[in-house]
């Protein structure tokens, strides 16, 4: 009853003596609803599931009802709202047999209840509700009742297309695929008039609906009545053609209903214009002119074409046309391989000549740089371009490897820099495009780890547009053998994303598709997808043989191509002959012309030296014009720019009434007391410390900082505490770094110059947007921080397509920053190695060359790695990120152990003195007054030093025999520091000594690399590199703390005993 009074006041206007409701309480109703949904017994909750299944017999109109959601409104003199979802099925159970019992004993129910059913159940039964001009009169209450029925069933037939439909849509422009890939996960008989109790005899008989806005909507009339014949083909128009929307499963209201008005009706009503039209065939031609021209030239290269697929470039062209008509006037775009020729060609105008010369393979490395380049089809590229209607645009596509989807976390954290740097805000001039395979995006599982990014603060963009390509294949696998789920895009339902399927053989339906997806991302900042089915010519590449593994489909394929049945000849058939736009004779004359033009830049392609005379080398985007002047090589400070931030980090300088806990007071004081009193006590500046000095004087600066991981705020070992919560008052938070530190001259706080957020547990998704983060400008230091070193193997394929190369094959730079805590404490063999081996087997510095020049060395490299024990040292390293003319990664083994070791403390000296003041390569052990008695010369890196060193102090073991140095930068390697520690000790023995196994950690690096020094030294003869450490493992630590102690122990004696 309660549900059918709903529906009724929902869907008939009523007319006459406006009733006026009172003596609700809304607040109160409202707890009384929320406490008998909690207190639902199990017995009504099954029957209400039975109902559903049809497993009982229950009144028609009530039954109807049930699955529908309401919400009452107590504060309107309509009971109801139209359209506001909160309920479920089993309240409006509930609220039905309350009516059941307030009709047997009206005190049977709350007061509230009671109320109600007395004052709307006469309104409805007496018919009061029919008083409309356009409602039926005299109508009994059986009548009613099946009016209300049919109303109620109608709308349910709309619902399931609007839910369902995409599934029987024309979406397969082969014809083999139906529902996706059929898992039998869809019901047909839910979009069949039979299901909801309608038969043939129903459908031309008018039935009323009042001013229920859903078929207002879909079917653009003002009447109240409709007729099931018209709904159906209503529907079937909208949602099974070569559009099929999924929607749907958004449980917003306000996106849902935006949605359903810009399917329902303004994409309906849209018609594309005679320029419209001819600007999409040209487009189609230039796809399809391309694709063949390579295919004639270079026949026997691989260029993983688009053929089968041409209505990409429109797709491509529209979204960015569209988005710079609501204001976009910056993509970032990546994209795999497939297609990406062409899209350098037609969509970012990337010259053709220049194309057209690297599939000649005349291309040399630059050689004043060295580079070992990339295939063509891996290339990135930038252009600015005017869109038809005069909107200047930038477009940037970002170098992708083959690892498919590796490259979008890259593009999300690029764009973020992008707006960052660009002051946009809201986030609508800069938009990310990401372009996907069918087989990737269900496949990969970066795809989720970088969606799940999307909404949240610190990593959103506004909104990614999703374009999949779908050729219905991956490789040689089959759609129904690569996944679970019908669709490869249903991991986009998991962010809630409006997906769009559509047929690529319809040009226009793809087009239309791309405004949608603009629209909507510009509207709710959020993604969309559009899914554009189509298929792939030939093989993975021009060579392979589809007709191996996927006869049926090639035989289909092979007889589209053979008919001519293909989206740019369909396209040109229908503006020919049903649109009338064009004739046979305008159409080659754009073909002519298209040709023409590839043609002359073929020929400009073969004169190789006017074309290494025009290309250079790119190194750097328009943000990094001003590396080579930016900021002084001197990593140190003064003493007064310390003082100011410690006392502007300074817990008294905290807001007044911020509660912080007790505890974190006292570690607060104590980091800014030892930066102001520190030399003059006997504690000096520790870890956690230093590094909020380099932070907070790179802010000083103007350098913008971002740190990002997992527990990063706090710090998994709980030394960083850069975000402070306030223990009384829920989310309220205090950044000392953005809201305490101000600009020493203007006064204003840093704010958003310093950002630092805790990820979401990935490592792929993450680290891939902080590396795409450092790319866009050379005026921030962007940290990444593992929470275990181990943990960062999650994202392996960022570091070895992206971090480790991009310089040496794309030419692009980054100063992207890691922490990688590492050290053997007992903790197992997943919370001990980082595994510095795998990063140094990366290095590119040649361990036969004995290279003395430091600058040139850290120029030459691919990356820097670091493992340091002093806070002044990894303060100084940090700076030296951005004081320098240009960027390169740096990877740092941070401590555990040693972050608040008391031999793991700096003075402010060492922070604060020009000149010596600065980062240290290696920190020589502490001379004996005579060198030619030292026995061993040790060289450590790490954690470890402070376990040799502890032992000699607590042991008062003699100094003058054994030496302990640092390398505190690994690679490059030290080589002049290493030799000139030799020299001061003629008769030591040259050991390296590590904590983890000898087939891991740095020896097999090291031990090349010292053989090399001892050779420059002449003495290769005479002495050779001895090693102590733990033997080799398969695991890089043993999990029981027994074994760890004796392998511990092990070590410290071998490197004393004598």
Not at 107 to 112: E, L, P, T
Not at 644 to 671: C, M, Q, T
Request: aromatic share 10%; proline share 4%; glycine share 6%.
């Amino acid at each position: 009853m309660y549900r059918c009074l709903l529906r009724t006041s929902n869907t008939l206007r009523r007319k006459g003596t406006t009733l006026k409701y009172k003596g609700y309480n809304c607040r109160s109703y409202r707890c009384f609803l929320y406490t008998a949904k909690r207190n639902l017994s199990t017995n009504t909750l099954h029957r209400s599931r039975s109902i559903l299944s049809n497993k009982i017999s229950i009144a028609s109109p009530t039954a109807s009802i049930l699955c529908h959601k309401r919400l009452f409104n107590p504060n309107s003199s309509n009971p109801h709202r139209p359209n506001d979802t909160v309920h479920s099925g089993s309240i409006g159970q509930y609220a039905d047999d309350l009516f059941e019992r307030w009709q047997k004993d009206p005190n049977s129910v709350d007061k509230s209840w009671r109320e109600y059913f007395e004052k709307y159940h006469g309104y409805f039964s007496a018919g009061e509700f029919l008083a409309d001009a356009e409602a039926p009169s005299n109508v009994s209450n059986e009548a009613a009742l099946k009016m209300i029925d049919d109303a109620t069933n109608l709308l349910k037939l709309v619902r399931s297309y609007q839910s369902y439909g995409h599934y029987i849509a024309q979406l397969d422009p082969l014809g083999i695929l139906q529902q996706g890939v059929d898992r039998k996960q869809f019901q047909p008989e839910l979009l069949r008039k039979e299901t909801w109790g309608f038969t043939d005899a129903d459908l031309d008989r008018p039935i009323f609906v009042g001013d229920h806005r859903q078929f207002l909507l879909l079917m653009g009339v003002d009447s109240a009545y409709v007729t099931l014949r018209a709904v159906e083909n209503k529907l079937r128009e909208v949602y099974c053609g070569t559009i099929g929307y999924q929607y749907m499963h958004i449980a917003n209201f306000e996106r849902n209903q935006w949605l359903r008005k810009a399917i329902e009706r303004d994409i309906q009503d849209y018609t594309a214009s005679k320029e419209e039209k001819i600007r999409i065939l040209d487009r189609l031609l230039w796809a399809e002119e391309f694709e063949n021209f390579l295919d004639i030239k270079y026949p026997a290269q691989k260029r993983f074409g688009i053929n089968g697929a041409e209505a990409f470039v429109p797709l491509l062209k529209e979204i960015i046309d569209e988005g710079a008509r609501l204001g976009i006037s910056d993509f970032v775009i990546g994209m795999p391989h497939r297609g990406r020729l062409l899209f350098l060609a037609t969509v970012l105008r990337k010259p053709l000549w220049q194309i057209f010369y690297e599939f000649r393979g005349m291309a040399i490395p630059w050689e004043q740089i060295g580079d070992s380049g990339d295939v063509k089809y891996h290339l990135g590229h930038s252009s600015d371009r005017s869109t038809p209607d005069g909107q200047n645009v930038h477009l940037s596509l970002f170098p992708n490897p083959s690892h498919l989807e590796a490259v979008d976390p890259v593009i999300m954290g690029k764009t973020r820099a992008k707006q960052y740097f660009n002051g946009d805000l809201d986030r609508r001039k800069t938009a990310a495009i990401i372009i996907h395979g069918d087989a990737s995006f269900s496949g990969q599982g970066v795809v989720y780890e970088s969606m799940a990014l999307t909404d949240l603060p610190k990593y959103t963009t506004g909104g990614v547009i999703h374009v999949i390509v779908n050729n219905q294949i991956g490789f040689t696998t089959d759609a129904y053998d690569s996944r679970s789920s019908p669709y490869c895009t249903d991991v986009a339902r998991s962010v809630a994303a409006p997906i769009l399927h559509v047929n690529g053989d319809d040009a226009e339906a793809v087009t239309k598709c791309a405004k949608i997806a603009v629209r909507y991302r510009q509207e709710f900042a959020s993604d969309a997808v559009v899914d554009m089915l189509c298929f792939r010519r030939y093989g993975h590449n021009e060579g392979d043989e589809p007709m191996f593994t996927q006869p049926t489909m090639y035989r289909v394929i092979n007889d589209k191509m053979k008919s001519k049945q293909v989206v740019t000849e369909s396209y040109k058939a229908k503006l020919v002959n049903e649109d009338k736009i064009l004739n046979e004779n305008e159409i080659k004359d754009i073909q002519n012309k298209i040709r023409s033009i590839m043609s002359d830049n073929y020929e400009l392609s073969a004169n190789k030296e006017d074309i290494e005379a025009e290309l250079r080398a790119d190194w750097l985007g328009a943000n990094w014009s001003d590396i080579m002047s930016s900021l002084s090589e001197d990593t140190s400070i003064d003493e007064e720019t310390a003082h100011y931030i410690a006392n502007s980090v300074h817990p008294d300088s905290f807001p007044d009434g911020f509660a912080v806990h007790r505890k974190l007071v006292k570690i607060l004081k104590e980091r800014s007391e030892s930066v102001l009193h520190g030399d003059a006590q006997s504690h000096g500046i520790d870890w956690g410390t230093a590094e909020m000095l380099a932070y907070a004087s790179l802010l000083l600066e103007g350098v913008h900082v971002r740190v990002s991981g997992q527990d990063c705020e706090r710090g998994t070992f709980s030394h960083r505490h850069a975000v402070v919560h306030d223990q009384e008052v829920y989310k309220k938070k205090y950044i000392p770094l953005s809201q305490g530190l101000k600009n020493k001259i203007t006064g204003k706080e840093v704010g958003d110059l310093f950002q630092i957020s805790n990820s979401n547990l990935s490592e792929f998704g993450v680290l891939g947007f902080e590396y795409g983060y450092s790319c866009e400008s050379p005026k921030s230091l962007t940290i990444w921080e593992a929470q275990f070193g181990d943990f960062a193997n999650g994202a392996q394929v960022i570091f070895d397509q992206f971090i480790s190369s991009s310089e040496i094959k794309w030419l692009r730079q980054s100063g992207l920053t890691l922490f990688l805590p590492h050290g053997y404490e007992g903790g197992g063999p997943e919370h001990s190695s980082a595994r510095i081996e795998r990063y140094l087997q990366m290095s590119s510095d040649n361990e036969l060359h004995f290279e003395a020049d430091e600058a040139k060395q850290i120029a030459a490299c691919n990356w820097q790695i670091v493992n340091i024990t002093s806070p002044s040292n990894f303060f100084h390293c940090l700076r030296r990120q951005v004081h320098r003319p240009f960027r390169k990664p740096l990877i740092v083994f941070t401590p555990k152990y040693g972050l608040r070791h008391p031999l793991a403390t700096s003075s402010l000296s060492e922070f604060t003195e020009k000149g010596s003041a600065k980062f240290r390569w290696v920190i020589p052990g502490k001379a004996p007054a005579d060198p030619t008695n030292v026995k061993k010369l040790i060289f450590c890196s790490g954690k470890v030093w402070i376990n040799l060193e502890e032992h000699r102090q607590k042991n008062k073991l003699d100094e003058n025999q054994v030496v302990i140095s640092r390398v505190e930068q690994i690679s490059p390697f030290p080589y002049q520091q290493v030799a000139d520690e030799i020299r001061k000790y003629e008769n030591a023995q040259v050991i390296w000594l590590q904590e983890e196994p000898k087939n891991m950690g740095a020896w097999s690096y090291v031990q090349p690399r010292m053989h090399t020094v001892l050779k420059h030294l002449n003495l290769a003869d005479e002495k050779e590199l001895a090693y102590i450490g733990r033997k080799p493992n398969a695991s890089p630590a043993t999990g029981y703390p027994q074994v760890h102690k004796a392998e511990h122990n092990q070590i410290i004696q071998e490197a004393f005993g004598l």
